[in-house]
């Protein structure tokens, strides 16, 4: 069927919970008015207001209700309403969510998947575009997963409720709806920690994830009409992350550009890029380059262009990097 | 019992006096043989503590939060609570671990440094103490909202001292609780101090009790050393809480007789009249009289139940001190449930580390 990512997001969360009463949802707004983006939409109808659960104003609450939730075999999908409201609740998640299993050394795992929408582009209110996943990139035990598509959300989601690590899933809100996609009808997984090679290549390596997807894309095709072959990765799973696709994919191309819409300094484009450094320097032909948002606050809407990765920042970069 | 002390007319449930005195009209009905076994988990909780106390100096043990002067509020509450009901306390607990049959030396192992100490043993409904303050009240709210949506007839007790009442998650949780309904029995234990602080620096209001009338539910305040009130209190909060009365916000009134932990120097901001006044409160040597006036207690019963008590304190720290280290593996193998390649090879370069250092 053809739908946008909120659909398929709607489609997993509705599918996973009609199998397994484990399920519930909770967050702001969720139920009747199906959240502010409407991904929850009509699900409330479905399995009713015990397990879809609208809950007060309280990230903090939300995610702590979930862990206790956890203790009792439940497996809670907590629905924040803008990653830019989640650090309430960060102290909850990194100080409970993702240490338990290892501080009862395996007897309180905490199954629990984090919903957020993420990223700006969208001419979205201040606190609206945050992009900080590599806040969460550095917590021991945490897993990170960010859609670009809508087929791969709906399978992404599902193998992170069915996961037995927490997962934040990070939505990208500029990616809900811009474009639809078929996507089957049957729950399935995409495997979690498995980035994806989304245009092939030979002469450099764009590594990218979420709403930077398309701009990737784009930039790729701008490059192919010069010439320039750049494959295009999506990383998908931010953490733990798949560390063997980015090498091999260097080691072919000998080249390697990082673009994410977070600032730069400690984003993950330095992660990455160090990582290229420790196991593939003599197949490099350029330095590491990172199209990034500058170290700056979110612009409000008017500035926003000024912050955002373009295709043709990117394409420059591309340029820089070939003739290095 | 509860509803007949109201916190905003400062009234506060006590049972048994400082002189050991009963009130016969709200003296719970326990049988001679629990009011010897709650004895027994008072004198084993202090013995327990005032041992973990030596081997913090002698440098056997790490850090430690003593729960000296806690013993009724601890001991009262987990006497209160059934094999099903749950447990989220906070790191001050060690009556409260003994009395639900958490194996001492796993407690000790735990403050020895070594995590496998608060990996709760299958069949004990414990979460893992919270380090960071009132944190785990959420905890138990959702574990509570978990309950009725499983339809369980279970109290989640949720433990946690005066300081905790100024963090923002003890205002979720309360919130949390009032909305859902969660068949929750909170327990502050008001010792006074978060640290150095005072509790009048906590909060404007008259009691933390009343917090509760905000919030949508019952509180009470009882005298945190009086063993009687706190069961009495949390047995009644705990019964309401499984027939669907939804949860209750019980004030333990008491003292902090140590420093905040074997880290903390008390004398620097309080004084020691201070400290001798509470003596006089002491709840154990309370507890002791109210038994010997109904001819439950006397000296050889006293030898006897000490004896006990020392001795399984040595055998517990015997046993913790004879368990082996942490292997590195350990340390990696639950990070996640299934050990990634990044953290397989970190294991690696650690192990070889560890190797080189012990050759």
């Known amino acids: 069927m053809i ?166 899933f990070m939505e990208p809100t500029k990616l809900y709806r811009s474009e639809k996609q078929d996507v089957p009808e049957e729950a399935y997984e995409v495997p979690l920690r498995q980035a994806k090679i989304v245009r092939e290549g030979k002469d450099l390596t764009i590594v990218a994830w979420g709403a930077m997807i398309p701009v990737a894309l784009k930039a790729a095709g701008k490059a192919a009409s010069e010439g320039v072959s750049a494959e295009v990765l999506d990383l998908r799973t931010l953490a733990p992350m798949d560390r063997e696709t980015i090498i091999a994919s260097v080691k072919k191309t000998g080249r390697a550009i990082v673009l994410h819409e977070a600032p730069k300094t400690c984003g993950l484009g330095a992660e990455i890029a160090a990582l290229i450094g420790e196991r593939a320097l003599l197949s490099l032909s350029a330095p590491v380059l990172r199209v990034t948002a500058p170290d700056i606050t979110v612009p409000l809407p008017k500035s926003e262009d000024y912050y955002y990765p373009s295709p043709e920042k990117l394409l420059r970069a591309i340029h820089e990097i070939m003739e290095f | ?77 987990a006497s209160a609570m059934d094999g099903t009901d749950w447990l989220f306390p906070y790191f001050r607990d060690l009556g409260t671990y003994i009395t639900l049959g958490y194996p001492l030396e796993d407690y000790f192992h735990y403050w020895m440094g070594n995590e496998a100490g608060i990996r709760t043993p299958e069949g004990l409904n414990i979460y893992p103490f919270a380090i960071p303050v009132a944190s785990q009240i959420l905890h138990a709210v959702g574990a509570g909202m978990a309950a009725n949506y499983r339809k369980l007839k279970i109290a989640v007790v949720a433990t946690f001292g005066d300081g905790a009442t100024s963090e923002g998650d003890f205002h979720e949780a309360m919130n949390f609780a009032g909305v859902f309904k969660t068949p929750n029995v909170f327990v502050c234990y008001n010792n006074q101090f978060a640290i150095s602080v005072p509790r009048s620096r906590q909060t404007a209001s008259a009691t933390i009790a009343q917090k509760a009338v905000a919030y949508g539910f019952r509180g009470v305040q009882v005298d945190g050393n009086d063993i009687l009130a706190v069961y009495g209190a949390a047995k009644e909060a705990a019964q309401n809480a499984r027939s669907g009365g939804g949860p209750t916000l019980i004030e333990a009134y008491t003292y902090r007789m140590g420093d905040h932990t074997t880290s903390d120097d008390a004398a620097r901001y309080r004084t020691k009249d201070d400290v001798l006044e509470w003596e006089k409160k002491d709840p154990v040597a309370r507890f002791q009289i109210y038994l010997k006036k109904k001819g439950l207690w006397d000296e050889a019963y006293e030898k006897e139940v000490q004896e006990k008590a020392a001795e399984a304190v040595e055998k517990a720290v015997a046993a913790a001190e004879a368990k082996p280290p942490a292997s590195v593996e350990d340390l990696f193998a639950f990070t996640y449930a299934a050990m990634t390649p990044n953290l397989k090879e970190q294991l690696t370069g650690v192990a070889a580390s560890a190797k080189e250092a012990a050759r």
């Open chain 2, 1 to 77: 019992m509860i509803e007949r002390f109201d916190p905003l007319k400062g009234e506060r449930l006590q049972i048994l006096n400082e002189a050991g005195e009963v009130r016969a009209d709200l003296e719970p009905a326990l049988p001679g043989e629990e009011l010897r076994r709650m004895f027994g988990h008072m004198v084993r909780a202090r013995a327990a503590d005032a041992k973990a106390l030596k081997l913090q100096r002698q440098g056997r043990l790490g850090t430690y939060a003593s729960s000296r002067g806690h013993e009724a509020c601890q001991v009262g509450t």
């Open chain 1, 3 to 168: 739908m946008t990512m909120v659909q398929a997001i709607n489609q997993a969360l509705s599918q996973e919970m009609a199998g397994d009463d484990r399920y519930l949802l909770l967050g702001e707004d969720v139920g009747r008015d199906g959240g502010v983006f409407r991904v929850t939409e009509g699900l409330v109808d479905k399995f009713g207001p015990g397990r879809v659960i609208d809950t007060p104003l309280a990230e903090s609450a939300a995610v702590g209700a979930a862990i206790g939730m956890t203790a009792l075999g439940l497996r809670p999908i907590v629905e924040i309403q803008f990653m830019g409201f989640i650090y309430p609740a960060f102290n909850q998640i990194l100080s409970h969510v993702a240490r338990l299993r290892n501080r009862t050394r395996g007897r309180f795992p905490v199954p629990l998947t984090i919903r957020t929408p993420y990223g700006a582009g969208v001419r979205a209110l201040e606190h609206h575009s945050e992009s900080t996943e590599a806040l969460f990139c550095q917590i021991p035990g945490l897993t990170v997963v960010v859609p670009s598509n809508a087929y791969d959300a709906k399978g992404l989601l599902i193998a992170s409720l069915r996961s037995e690590d927490p997962v934040v």
